[in-house]
């Protein structure tokens, strides 16, 4: 049984942490990332994706913790090595070799994936329209996201990390990267990715994590927002007991002078009615969407 | 403004330049605090080995300080080395930024492209006069310390033409990484062309008469000067003229490139 | 060879050969220039010491081998070292890079060897121009010579080369690394001009100064071994250092 469960995950760390000199990057970072899922990595500007995810592919090492990637080691060299064959990774520069032409890359690129897919690579040339003699230096940011897009999903990975996919491509493209993640998806790869496009997270994942200042702030899927996240929002005519309302599933209070609003993850109505019971007036329950979660997560001023 | 931009040229040379210092301090006052062993050496070797064929300046050398610090820092082994840190200096600008991709802010700041050349030579040149003084600081201390007499005034004598030379290739390099991008391929050409330089004057630079063509090229000749300099008037200031007409021609070709470069 | 140390290795020469070519441009411009200037700076040498001569193989050994040659040499053998992880970090493509199932010794070792086999090219390419070149000013030049003086010069001289490539892997400005490489060379030369640390003469090793043969100015049966073993030894041991610099830093 713990066999098949360790298996079911792409990405699993436990209490990873990273420490820059005094700063501290990633803070305790346990996260399960299920094989087969597209997840949505949202976080502020400075947050830790980047810090997180180069831990994980084996370019810099945890200060603490551990964490695998399909089933491999982050912290053991030779089983980063077969763990990469395996992953298609696009950073967030999207920088690739100024000296080599798009066609060197690809040339180059596919040398070191036995499981090249000549299908996946001629279909997004065409797509793309990429030009196979021109330097990479010398192309637009545009299509040298596009260059680096093809050269991962083109590897035929089983997981592929992404940082910021649709920055510095046009709507019409970046749909169309959105549709080769979920076609990727759907033939079994897992995909992770980060992204400051909440709508495009919204799209296509379903699952979301949320790190902010390197720490884990939410781990659910794209349903469960659907169906259990509510803002509560209740009018009070005298102070109400705070300690009252510190129920399961209670994820963020608000106090603005007699309103308080409260974010749930889930137990809505037990919570709505202890807030009655506290003789709160015009109780309202209401569907929250991503990006009104992820901003009521990233306040600091309240919890 | 400007010195916003100048600041920027200080803060993208400034470890080229501090090393630049530390090796001109090192060698300079290697020569001076090191020239009584390196004496006494020689003198050893007069007597231990007769058969050595020892050139022409030797003799001179090991009795006369001057003329030692002279051939080898104004005309021999500093003159390489101070070369090629004027080189170093001048290698960067627009082309390097374009690869580094902050072309694109530099160029979008309301500026024009001369005024961006101009500050990054204008940090240059004083980088390599502050190397200048360095030089002549740490050989009249050098000298001091080992109470070796030394006339300042040779010191700046045969800096002025050394700081004009090193202007020119300064200006060459400036110049040249407006046509050749790549991070290390304009060292490459701007330090290879400045040895295929010396190798051509090498024997001009020993002593034979100047043939008319190597005029242009008599930088080194010209950079150590006069072994005797002692007035203002025995220093080649026709030679400096045209050395700083040379700067300002590589100067002019490199503005012309950087204005009419797509970046 | 499997195919991906071939593509590492591909892409380490297409990242050097600008300089590669820059370099040999300008040796091979020394080669020429050396063998036709040969009459006139031989008879102007030989005016200047009057009763006395210039051999050829001397003229030789003093421009190239010991002369400029070493000095060019050196220099393109330091900004051959240039390059690696660290700069490709500077530029923001480690990421591609270190995202390849690849080991990073690989990557490094994989560029080493383009590198010294670049160096090695050039050191060859003025010698074997005298050779080729010396009929058209009446000389000639043999091919063991050339040969010889070639493989002693660049095999004693590699340990620039992997002192550089050594310095680009813990230096991450961009011209940190030559200018530093480039002042302790001329250090280094200084240095071992001192008697008591002559033994550390590299530069006399790879013109074989300590191994020609009386006044022909050739090299006899004598190769120095020790010299370029050492040379060859601590090259190899800064290669090392440089994986080991790699595989402990984050990215």
């Known amino acids: 049984m713990e066999t098949s469960v360790k298996q079911a995950y792409a990405i699993e760390t436990e209490a990873l942490t990273k420490y820059y000199g005094d700063f501290e990057a990633v803070r305790g970072l346990t996260m399960l990332v299920p094989k087969g899922s597209i997840t949505g990595f949202l976080g502020q500007n400075g947050a830790g994706k980047s810090s997180t995810i180069r831990m994980l592919l084996g370019m810099s090492r945890p200060t603490r913790g551990s964490g695998r990637v399909l089933d491999f080691d982050i912290a053991n060299e030779k089983q980063s090595i077969e763990m990469r064959k395996r992953v298609a990774y696009v950073g967030e520069d999207k920088r690739l070799y100024d000296y080599m032409t798009v066609g060197q890359m690809i040339d180059f690129t596919k040398a070191f994936y036995p499981g090249w897919r000549d299908d996946v690579e001629k279909k997004l040339l065409e797509e793309f329209r990429l030009p196979l003699d021109r330097l990479t230096k010398k192309l637009s940011k545009g299509m040298r996201t596009q260059t680096a897009l093809l050269l991962a999903f083109a590897r035929g990975a089983e997981l592929l990390i992404l940082d910021e996919p649709t920055e510095g491509l046009d709507p019409v493209m970046a749909e169309k990267l959105l549709e080769l993640v979920v076609g990727a998806a759907a033939d079994g790869a897992s995909i992770f990715f980060s992204s400051h496009q909440i709508a495009e997270v919204e799209q296509i994942a379903d699952r979301i994590l949320l790190i902010d200042r390197g720490q884990l702030l939410l781990d659910t899927t794209l349903d469960s927002i659907s169906t259990d996240f509510r803002r509560i929002r209740g009018v009070y005519d005298t102070a109400p007991v705070m300690s009252a309302l510190a129920l399961d599933g209670v994820k963020r209070v608000a106090v603005d002078g007699r309103t308080v609003s409260v974010m749930v993850s889930h137990n809505s109505v037990t919570i709505a009615e202890r807030m009655r019971a506290q003789s709160a007036t015009a109780v309202e329950v209401s569907p929250m969407t991503l990006k009104e979660i992820v901003l009521e997560s990233l306040k600091r001023d309240q919890s | 403004m400007t010195r916003a931009l100048c600041h920027k040229a200080w803060l993208e040379t400034r470890t080229r330049f501090l090393v630049a210092a530390m090796i001109t301090i090192a060698v300079c006052a290697f020569f001076t605090l090191a020239h009584t062993w390196i004496e006494n050496g020689w003198e050893r070797d007069l007597i231990e080995h007769p058969e050595y064929d020892n050139p022409a300046w030797f003799l001179r050398a090991m009795r006369d300080y001057p003329f030692f610090i002279y051939h080898y820092v104004y005309s021999d082994f500093f003159q390489k080395i101070w070369v090629f840190l004027a080189v170093l200096l001048g290698i960067g600008g627009l082309s390097r930024e374009a690869a580094h991709g902050t072309a694109g802010f530099t160029l979008s700041l309301p500026i024009s492209r001369l005024r961006l050349f101009a500050t990054r030579a204008l940090v240059a040149v004083a980088e390599l006069f502050a190397l200048t003084v360095i030089a002549l600081v740490a050989i009249v201390l050098g000298s001091w310390v080992m109470r070796l007499p030394y006339p300042i005034d040779h010191g700046l004598l045969h800096l002025a033409p050394l700081f004009a030379g090193g202007l020119v290739f300064l200006a060459a390099s400036l110049c040249l990484t407006e046509f050749v991008e790549g991070e290390n391929t304009p060292v490459v050409i701007a330090l290879g062309a400045v040895g295929l330089l010396y190798f051509a004057m090498q024997p001009y630079v020993d002593g034979a008469p100047l043939d008319w063509f190597a005029v242009p090229f008599a930088i080194p000749k010209l950079m150590a000067g006069p072994a005797d300099i002692r007035r203002v008037g025995d220093v080649a200031w026709g030679g400096l003229v045209a050395s700083l007409a040379g700067a300002a021609v590589f100067t002019a070709i490199g503005i012309r490139r950087m204005q009419r470069s797509d970046y | ?176 690394a030559p200018t530093v490489g480039l002042a302790a060379i001329a250090a280094f030369y200084i240095f071992t001009k001192l008697p008591r640390f002559a033994f550390l003469n590299v530069f006399d090793a790879m013109d074989g100064k300590k191994v020609l043969v009386g006044y022909t100015f050739y090299l006899g049966s004598d190769f120095p071994i020790v010299p370029i073993v050492a040379s060859l030894g601590i090259a190899a041991v800064l290669i090392l250092l440089s994986i080991n610099r790699v595989n402990a830093r984050d990215f």
């Open chain 3, 1 to 176: 060879m499997s195919k991906d140390t071939t593509m590492l290795m591909r892409k380490a020469w297409l990242e050097s050969k600008a300089r590669f070519t820059a370099a040999a441009i300008i040796l091979t411009l020394l080669g020429i220039s050396t063998v036709l200037r040969a009459p006139a700076t031989i008879a102007g040498w030989e005016r200047v010491h009057r009763g006395e001569q210039m051999s050829y193989p001397l003229y030789i050994w003093l421009s190239l081998p010991h002369g400029f040659l070493q000095f060019l040499w050196i220099i393109a053998a330091v900004i051959l070292g240039l390059g690696g992880l660290l700069r490709e970090d500077a530029a923001g493509s480690s990421g591609f890079s270190l995202g390849l199932p690849v080991s990073r010794r690989r990557h490094v070792l994989a560029r080493a060897a383009i590198g010294a086999a670049e160096a090695i090219a050039l050191g060859f390419i003025p010698l074997l121009l005298v050779l080729i070149l010396s009929p058209l000013v009446h000389r000639s030049y043999p091919l063991s010579q050339a040969l010889t003086f070639a493989t002693m010069f660049v095999l004693a001289g590699l340990v620039f080369y992997a002192f550089s490539f050594f310095l680009s892997h813990i230096l991450q400005g961009e011209y940190a």
